[in-house]
T-cell receptor, first 114, second 110 residues
C-alpha cells in the first residue's frame, strides 16, 4: 500500500514548456485533488475530482488542466509554463463517504519555471 | 465551509503539552473540525477530526467547546519532531475539498 505517489519530485521547466505532473493512489479513494503551495503560504486548491470522469475547478485553476480517466490516476497538466507557476504541488485523495476521514497527501513535486 | 482563526505562531517546551487553539464561530451543525500538520516542506499529514464530542487518538486529543465555536488540539508530550505548521480546517460533508488558512507555526524547543 503506497498511498499517494507523485512524480517527478523535482522539475525545472523553461517558460512556455508544457509538462504533466503525475499522481496515483492505491487506496480506491473516490476524491482526488491538486494543491499548490507558494513559499511561506498555505495550500491553494487548483482542481479536484469526485470520481472517474468528473473534474472541477478550484481556487486557482488558470494555466492547468486535469483529467480523471481512472480511479487511481489524476494527472495535472501545465499547458504553457510561466514563472508564476513556480511552486510546490501536492496531490491528495480521500474517501467520499463515511464520517469524514482525512485526506492523504503525496510528498509533493517541486517545480521551478525559469 | 466555515472560516477558522488561529494564532500565527506558538512555542512549547519539549515534553510539555502543546495546546493549539482554533476559533470557528460560524461553524454549522454538520461541519467537522479537522486538524492537519505540515512538517517542513512535506505533504500535510492528517492528525484528528471531530464533530462535537472530544476525540483522542495516538497522535493527539481534540477538545471542542459545547457551542462548537472553538476547539483546541492537544499534543500531550511535545517532541522536537512535532515542530510544524498546524492547520485547523472546518469541512462539511465527507469528501469536501480542504480550504487551508495560514495555520499555527509550532516551535518545540529543548
Amino acid at each position: 500500500n503506497a498511498g499517494v505517489t507523485q512524480t517527478p519530485k523535482f522539475q525545472v521547466l523553461k517558460t512556455g514548456q508544457s509538462m504533466t505532473l503525475q499522481c496515483a493512489q492505491d487506496m480506491n479513494h473516490e476524491y482526488m485533488s491538486w494543491y499548490r503551495q507558494d513559499p511561506g503560504m498555505g495550500l491553494r486548491l487548483i482542481h479536484y475530482s469526485v470520481g472517474a470522469g468528473i473534474t472541477d475547478q478550484g481556487e486557482v485553476p488558470n494555466g492547468y488542466n486535469v483529467s480523471r480517466s481512472t480511479t487511481e490516476d489524476f494527472p495535472l497538466r501545465l499547458l504553457s509554463a510561466a514563472p508564476s507557476q513556480t511552486s510546490v504541488y501536492f496531490c491528495a485523495s480521500s474517501y467520499s463517504t463515511g464520517t469524514g476521514g482525512g485526506y492523504t497527501f503525496g510528498s509533493g513535486t517541486r517545480l521551478t519555471v525559469v | 465551509d466555515a472560516k477558522t482563526t488561529q494564532p500565527t505562531s506558538m512555542d512549547c517546551a519539549e515534553g510539555r503539552a502543546a495546546n493549539l487553539p482554533c476559533n470557528h464561530s460560524t461553524i454549522s451543525g454538520n461541519e467537522y473540525v479537522y486538524w492537519y500538520r505540515q512538517i517542513h516542506s512535506q505533504g500535510p499529514q492528517y492528525i484528528i477530526h471531530g464533530l462535537k464530542n472530544n476525540e483522542t487518538n495516538e497522535m493527539a486529543s481534540l477538545i471542542i467547546t459545547e457551542d462548537r465555536k472553538s476547539s483546541t488540539l492537544i499534543l500531550p508530550h511535545a517532541t522536537l519532531r512535532d515542530t510544524a505548521v498546524y492547520y485547523c480546517i472546518v469541512r462539511g460533508r465527507a469528501g469536501n475539498m480542504l480550504t487551508f488558512g495560514g495555520g499555527t507555526r509550532l516551535m518545540v524547543k529543548p
